[in-house]
């Protein structure tokens, strides 16, 4: 059984019993003396590399994405056999971790105290005695209520830690309740959310129901107090929409990971808009754990357990 793997990220991995990896180039196509692999895993496969998968990889029985969306993948057409599994909970802690620096730099005004910085100005304005609450701006995580949209695993793991900093988590996802001991409220009812919200936290996928969802009536909602982070994807997001949110001051500031489309334009108007911090799709970029899931499911395949993060392709 055969095992490729990419080039651009280094696993040291236990393979089950009759298993052998090659590392193959994730930007190129895959070479024809590997044509019989049983597995491939992914992570920053070109367009070219997937393509030439799917085409020829006729005895593929598992592509193991490492990153958490596999849009890309699916767009390809892959027999209906081959088991397509992404890498959920693999960035949980990096891009939690990242979108509390995006938050905190917010929160604590951090780009006006560079622009200071650079001008070797103590700014009184950002120092010395401070309203906790001033009422029109955010500037503790203290009692601050937060809204995380798309409440999956890597806002699981970022809830806990905004509590600990002392605010209030509500998750939003499509079926309300509770997950991890935080509520969650229905998509149906952001609208009814809005108006109290501090922060809003978008960690939702692509897919045809979210695309540009987080638009002018969200923004339009919120308090001008309020801050928005997005760390999910980029084309959840009417850009349009935002940069008018903020030059008209809807909202007092905004965070992006991911944009639309990426790499952003140097010409792309977002670039200028005020109160705003942009990060190139920097959150993850590495994946933690990858070798644990790629031997579970490898194991999976010859009958041992179930596949973890099986995509429903009929969903899709």
Do not use: C, Y
Not at 15 to 39: F, M, N, T
Not at 298 to 316: E, F, K, M, P, V
């Amino acid at each position: 059984m055969k095992l490729l793997l990419p080039d651009t990220v280094s696993l040291s991995l236990q393979l089950p019993a009759g298993w052998d990896a090659v590392v193959v180039d994730s930007a190129e196509e895959i070479p024809r003396q590997h044509w019989d692999a049983d597995a491939l895993a992914t992570w920053g496969p070109s367009a070219r590399h997937l393509d030439s998968a799917a085409e020829n990889l006729r005895a593929l029985q598992l592509v193991q994405s490492l990153s958490s969306g596999v849009e890309a993948i699916l767009r390809r057409g892959f027999r209906p056999e081959t088991v397509i599994a992404n890498g959920a909970g693999l960035h949980n802690r990096t891009v939690a971790e990242h979108t509390l620096a995006l938050l905190l730099a917010l929160v604590r005004r951090l780009p006006t105290a560079l622009e200071h910085q650079q001008r070797h100005d103590w700014s009184r304005e950002l120092g010395g005695i401070q309203k906790l609450h001033p009422g029109d701006r955010v500037t503790t995580l203290l009692d601050a209520r937060i809204l995380i949209w798309g409440f999956g695993s890597i806002a699981q793991t970022l809830a806990p830690i905004l509590t600990a900093l002392g605010a209030t988590v509500t998750g939003v996802a499509r079926h309300p309740g509770e997950r991890a001991g935080f509520g969650v409220v229905e998509a149906g009812r952001l609208q009814d959310e809005l108006p109290a919200t501090d922060v809003l936290i978008s960690v939702l996928p692509a897919t045809e129901s979210t695309r540009g969802v987080v638009g002018a009536d969200v923004f339009d909602a919120l308090p001008t107090r309020a801050l928005f982070v997005s760390v999910g994807r980029g084309d959840v997001v009417d850009q349009s929409a935002l940069i008018s949110a903020l030059r008209t001051g809807a909202i007092s500031g905004a965070a992006l990971d991911v944009t639309t489309p990426e790499p952003l334009p140097t010409t792309d108007p977002l670039w200028d808009a005020p109160n705003l911090i942009i990060t190139p799709h920097a959150a993850g970029g590495r994946p933690v754990g990858a070798e644990r899931l790629i031997e579970r499911n490898l194991r999976a395949l010859g009958g041992d357990g179930t596949i973890q993060n099986r995509i429903d392709r009929s969903a899709s």
